[in-house]
Structures are given as structure tokens and as C-alpha cells.
């Protein structure tokens, strides 16, 4: 839990200061360098559960549970300051490979969001509890970031 704290200190000033210097220059650089750090942070803490349950690295109860709750917070806080309309990869080619479909068809994206931050819910409940906990949670977060990435981010 202190090691959350910290990333959703840590997480919400990289938003704010995004948000603050994207409005105030019309640009969205800091926006899309906080976007892709979250996204950093997805990769890096699924990476850990990932591994323990293909059997890559033991399964540690207590860095499991830090990874799941990193996913949990970072699935559920607010992080629209980010994802400012306007910073897609059309309208800014090269920058980033967020489609503006991301915006135009929003409902769709934040339902999206909605099953992401259940199933990361779900993962900090029993990843503490044994590798089967992991194991049984992993593809629904999986899922959801497949989904949201198919359509939603332009290929590399």
C-alpha cells in the first residue's frame, strides 16, 4: 500500500503538470509523455504478475501484490487530464499512436476502461493469495488492454 501512495503521487503530479503546461502553450507534449508513463507503468507491473504465472520467475505473494495494486490504481484513477481531445496520432503524426477514435466514438473507449479497472480490482484481491489468483486474473487484464489497443492505438 505505501508503494500505491507513492505512484498515485507520483502519477497525478506527471497529470497535472501534463494538464497545466498542455493548456498553457495549445501543445500536448507533457500530456502524451504522461500518457505513454502510465502505459510504462501498465507494461512493467503486468510484465511482474505475467512472468510469475508463466512460471518465468517464482510467485511472490508480497511483489504480487504490489504489481496488482499499482495495476488497480492506475486503472482507476482519473486520468482524463492526459487524453486532452486533440492529442491523437492525426492530428499530431508521430507523437503519439493514440487513434481519434480514442475520442470520437468515447463511450466505447470508457466502457473499456470500466472492465479494465474491474478486472485489476479483481487481480489485487487474489494475487496476494497464491499463484492460482494470478493465473485466473491475468487474461481479463490482458483482455481489456488488447481491446483498448487493437482499437484504439495505431500499429507501430
Given at each position: 500500500?505505501?508503494?500505491?501512495?507513492?505512484?498515485?503521487?507520483?502519477?497525478?503530479?506527471?497529470?497535472?503538470?501534463?494538464m497545466?503546461?498542455?493548456?498553457?502553450?495549445?501543445?500536448?507534449?507533457?500530456?502524451?509523455?504522461?500518457?505513454?508513463?502510465?502505459m510504462?507503468?501498465?507494461?512493467?507491473?503486468l510484465?511482474?504478475?505475467?512472468a510469475?504465472a508463466?512460471?518465468?520467475?517464482?510467485?511472490?505473494?508480497?511483489?504480487?501484490?504490489?504489481?496488482?495494486?499499482n495495476?488497480?490504481?492506475?486503472?482507476?484513477?482519473?486520468?482524463?487530464?492526459?487524453?486532452p481531445?486533440?492529442?491523437?496520432?492525426?492530428?499530431?503524426?508521430?507523437?503519439?499512436?493514440?487513434?481519434?477514435?480514442?475520442?470520437?466514438?468515447?463511450?466505447?473507449?470508457a466502457?473499456?476502461?470500466k472492465?479494465?479497472?474491474?478486472?485489476?480490482?479483481?487481480?489485487?484481491?487474489?494475487?496476494?493469495?497464491?499463484?492460482?489468483?494470478?493465473?485466473?486474473?491475468?487474461g481479463?487484464?490482458?483482455?481489456?488492454?488488447?481491446?483498448?489497443?487493437?482499437?484504439?492505438?495505431?500499429?507501430?
Amino acid at each position: 500500500m505505501k508503494y500505491g501512495f507513492k505512484l498515485v503521487c507520483a502519477l497525478g503530479f506527471v497529470a497535472v503538470a501534463g494538464m497545466s503546461t498542455s493548456v498553457a502553450d495549445g501543445h500536448f507534449d507533457n500530456a502524451i509523455k504522461a500518457r505513454k508513463a502510465v502505459m510504462t507503468l501498465y507494461a512493467w507491473n503486468l510484465g511482474q504478475l505475467g512472468a510469475m504465472a508463466k512460471g518465468e520467475i517464482e510467485y511472490n505473494a508480497e511483489a504480487a501484490e504490489i504489481a496488482a495494486e499499482n495495476i488497480r490504481i492506475l486503472a482507476t484513477m482519473n486520468n482524463g487530464a492526459v487524453w486532452p481531445q486533440g492529442s491523437d496520432s492525426t492530428a499530431l503524426p508521430g507523437k503519439t499512436r493514440a487513434k481519434v477514435e480514442a475520442w470520437t466514438t468515447y463511450p466505447e473507449s470508457a466502457e473499456i476502461s470500466k472492465t479494465l479497472a474491474t478486472a485489476a480490482i479483481a487481480m489485487s484481491e487474489a494475487a496476494g493469495t497464491g499463484l492460482e489468483g494470478v493465473r485466473a486474473n491475468i487474461g481479463a487484464i490482458g483482455g481489456a488492454c488488447k481491446e483498448c489497443h487493437t482499437k484504439f492505438r495505431e500499429s507501430e
